[in-house]
């Protein structure tokens, strides 16, 4: 049986998305917000299960979706190590996945963050132990 999975991601600060940078002084502008303070990463996920229809009143997919959220703190960071961070090109090499302009995964992204209370794969972009779990149970329903 196919699975179709999909999802994305959001940062927010102060009830305003961070969308994914759109130049170098955006990504620099996006951190200097996150600077000091803590946001939450949304990822929503749907899963999609087509099936074979029997009679056309029936479904033609399953379909279950859930969120996740992660509270991140940044450390306070200076002027030069946010200009250090954008040189190094990550926030901008990545841009068509980046919301908030870092990536925690990264050794330099990482190192900008004091913590985080939640689910540390939401953060990098896909909540893998909810998901893991999501499927657990489809397979558990016989539905997988």
């Known amino acids: 049986m196919d699975l179709i999975i999909s999802a994305d991601t959001i940062v927010v600060l102060e009830d305003k998305i961070l969308e994914k940078p759109s130049s170098e002084d955006h990504a620099r502008e996006m951190l200097r917000r996150l600077s000091g303070s803590t946001h939450t990463v949304h990822t929503a996920v749907v899963l999609l299960l087509p099936k074979q229809q029997q009679h056309s009143a029936e479904p033609a997919a399953l379909v279950r979706s859930f969120h996740e959220s992660t509270q991140v703190t940044f450390a306070d960071l200076s002027d030069e190590m946010i200009n250090a961070y954008v ?3 990550s926030p901008m ?15 330099t992204g990482g190192s900008l963050i004091r913590g ?27 539905l997988l």
């Open 116 to 142: 985080i209370n939640g689910c540390y794969y939401n953060v990098v972009g896909f909540p893998l132990h909810r998901f893991c779990t999501e499927v657990l149970d489809l397979l558990d329903h016989k």
């Open 93 to 107: 090499y990545y841009i068509s996945d980046k919301a908030g302009a870092y990536g925690i995964q990264e050794v």
């Open 87 to 89: 040189a190094t090109g």
